[in-house]
């Protein structure tokens, strides 16, 4: 078969009524900027990540939001935080921030207690 | 007569400060790192040493740096730290004329007014306490001033100052009182002994009316306690800073810099400030966004007693204003580095999305735009123009799929995740053969400069395009028109590169000066350092710092920074260009 070079998502469905938020409500209650997201997917569009492989962060944060933390740790790892995202989001979301938030969330919290 | 119990405060203060002091540096000293150690052997026992004593005794004592930056503040710190240390000194030669033995019992020269009540015994009587009373008074005046800061901070020069907390304001209040009780107490000994000079004597007159036979003891039960109170406080207090700084003085001149990990010397930084907040009034996440916590005053505070908490460590531009601003030199930007550090995860690997050094072009020069370029194309076409028309070939290495140089995850704490960047790029520039890197983004700049070790130079486009003019490679022309330069915080304060872009351009238009520039340059308010913050905040400190830059209102703003070009670019007032835009429209075409 022809290569397009893209192809469907597999088909998978989201209980809301089972999803995980917690760490979401978490996430809104340190970055309320988080809400005014409207997915357009500016972010990456201009991602410098995303010119290597396939790095969203609109679908890293949707997924976040619905609690489907399988996997994500892995893709937002592949952020370089390089600050793209940040100034072309035309809602002024903290992109940075949150990734770098939802990583650490994802880590364990109890990691940050910095201590000397 | 050589004792009284009312010596006993002081002595109990001395012998707890003096063991709790020395055991603290110790533990820091033992967890520096071993590289740090070997760089100390090394210099240990050379003229290094000698230098590092007389700075110490022009910081700690005179204040120098202070003083040229705020008169009236640095007269304060100077005449309580060198009128205090010049009494204790002198008192130790007074005693040492009265008894004539040196190691006699040392409260004899702290209480020696007390002691020495037969004064007609030595013949240096009057100008020893001469000089003595006239010690007091400068260190009274000291103490004054310190006291109309504290109720009015504009008195002396400051915007705000600090706000302390309770144990620092205990300590405080000893340290003060130390001064009017030494005057009450040696005044009422002159009075009833005859042994004051100028100041005790004439305080001791108007003492008179008071039974000074019965309060003479308790004023100086009065003192020792006030010193005793001092020294129990200060090894917890702000007041740490006065054995710690000069313990970092010798390690700074024996060449100990703050590493990208926490270590003893990092301890010995924190510890180091004196919590003058002199860094407050630089910071303008504070005069231009309210944010009055997160100032380096307080986050070393909050990480000095543990209570450092995310939110704070993350809350700063990182843009060097308070290093500059910092009488004591302590490396803060890099401590804030080295406390957002995240957890790491040995031997994982990161990137692996690098491009094979088989897609280098093999080439004399690299041009590197930076991620912030690929959104300001103005500056990537303007820079393609200029390489063009001077003649010379390049390799653009991030043209099409480029990897950031690390820095933002570097400032952010991601310390592996940065150096596995590191590592990938390194091996890219390196396969390409070239000899010299250019880059149009100051971020970039500074870590290729500092945190890669490369073995080729590497320029900012800034430095770069003035080098070709003067190699005559190609030529500007004059369009007469009025301009301002703002310093990009990574490019002036981070790496020095001043005079360059300013050469540049003087020889366009003409540039006129601006009030806070080179190294008192304002950040543009959308350093990628601050995760903190939000677009609004941002866009207030960009709008504060615009004011003061465009005051004498320029046809445009130009910077060397994509960052700042976006920044600044939001604004509706001032036309904003980045310096190799302008460059580009200004050739002299061949």
């Known amino acids: 078969m022809k290569d397009w070079g893209y192809k469907i998502s597999k088909p998978r469905t989201i209980d809301l009524d089972t999803a995980d938020t917690n760490r979401y409500s978490e996430l809104i209650e340190k970055l309320p900027s988080a809400k005014k997201c409207i997915m357009c997917g500016a972010c990456s569009a201009t991602c410098s990540a995303s010119n290597h492989t396939n790095f969203s962060f609109r679908q890293c944060h949707i997924m976040f939001r619905h609690g489907q933390y399988e996997n994500l740790s892995g893709e937002l790892d592949k952020c370089m935080l390089c600050g793209k995202c940040n100034l072309v989001c035309p809602r002024g979301v903290n992109t940075r921030a949150i990734i770098s938030h939802m990583r650490l969330l994802l880590l364990d919290m109890n990691n940050r207690n910095i201590a000397l | 007569m050589n004792f009284d119990p009312l010596v006993i405060p002081f002595l109990a203060g001395t012998v707890f400060l003096l063991l709790v002091v020395s055991s603290k540096f110790f533990n820091w000293i033992r967890h520096m790192d071993s590289m740090q150690l070997s760089v100390i052997k090394k210099n240990f026992a050379t003229k290094i040493t000698i230098q590092a004593i007389c700075e110490i005794f022009h910081e700690s004592l005179l204040h120098r740096k202070i003083f040229k930056k705020n008169h009236r503040l640095g007269y304060m710190h100077m005449s309580l730290a060198f009128g205090w240390f010049l009494m204790i000194v002198v008192g130790k030669i007074e005693s040492l004329f009265y008894y004539g033995s040196f190691y006699d019992r040392p409260w004899l020269g702290i209480f020696f007014k007390y002691f020495a009540r037969t004064p007609h015994h030595y013949f240096m009587i009057i100008p020893f306490s001469f000089i003595m009373d006239l010690f007091l008074l400068v260190t009274l005046s000291g103490v004054m001033l310190a006291i109309l800061k504290r109720i009015k901070s504009g008195s002396l020069g400051l915007k705000k100052t600090t706000n302390h907390i309770l144990l620092d304001r205990i300590t405080l209040t000893a340290l003060w009182w130390i001064f009017p009780l030494r005057l009450l107490a040696e005044s009422s000994t002159a009075e009833l002994t005859g042994n004051g000079s100028f100041l005790t004597g004439t305080v001791g007159h108007l003492l008179a009316f008071l039974p000074v036979e019965h309060i003479e003891i308790p004023l100086w039960w009065a003192y020792s306690i006030c010193i005793g109170t001092f020294f129990l406080g200060l090894p917890f207090s702000r007041y740490m800073h006065i054995p710690t700084e000069v313990i970092l003085i010798f390690l700074r001149k024996w060449g100990i810099q703050a590493g990208e990990q926490s270590s003893g010397y990092t301890n010995i930084q924190l510890n180091s400030c004196s919590r003058c907040g002199l860094c407050i009034d630089a910071c303008q996440l ?88 690929h959104l300001t194309p103005t500056i990537i076409m303007s820079m393609k123009k200029i390489f063009r028309e001077a003649g010379v070939s390049f390799w653009f290495m991030d043209e099409d799929k480029g990897m950031c140089c690390g820095r933002p995850l570097r400032q952010q704490g991601f310390l592996q995740q940065s150096k596995d960047l590191v590592r990938k790029n390194t091996q890219l520039i390196r396969s390409s053969g070239a000899k010299l890197l250019v880059t149009s983004c100051p971020i970039c700049y500074h870590s290729f400069k500092n945190e890669y070790s490369l073995d080729i130079p590497v320029m900012h486009h800034s430095a770069y395009i003035d080098m070709l003019v003067i190699d005559k490679k190609m030529e500007l022309t004059d369009s007469a028109i009025d301009m301002v330069y703002h310093d990009p915080c990574e490019l002036g304060r981070g790496c020095g590169i001043y005079d360059q872009p300013r050469h540049i351009l003087q020889q366009i238009g003409n540039l006129l000066p601006v009030e806070s520039e080179k190294k008192d340059s304002l950040c543009c308010g959308g350093s990628l350092s601050d995760m903190a913050i939000d677009a609004n905040t941002q866009k207030k400190i960009m709008n504060k710092a615009l004011e003061i830059i465009t005051k004498s209102g320029p046809d445009i703003l130009v910077t060397a920074c994509p960052l700042c070009k976006k920044t600044f670019g939001q604004n509706d007032k001032t036309r904003v260009m980045d310096i190799a835009e302008l460059v580009a429209t200004n050739l002299k075409l061949k």
């Open chain 2, 286 to 373: 504070d005069y231009a966004a309210g944010i009055n916590n997160v100032q380096p005053v307080y986050f070393l505070r909050d990480t000095r007693y543990k209570q450092l908490t995310p939110e704070i460590a993350d809350n700063c531009l990182l843009c060097g204003r308070c290093m500059e601003a910092c009488p004591v030199g302590l490396e803060l930007t890099m401590i804030r580095q080295q406390l957002r550090q995240k957890p790491e995860l040995p031997g994982k690997n990161y990137y692996d999305y690098s491009l094979s050094p088989d897609n280098t072009t093999k080439s004399d020069i690299i041009y590197f735009a930076g991620c912030m370029s």
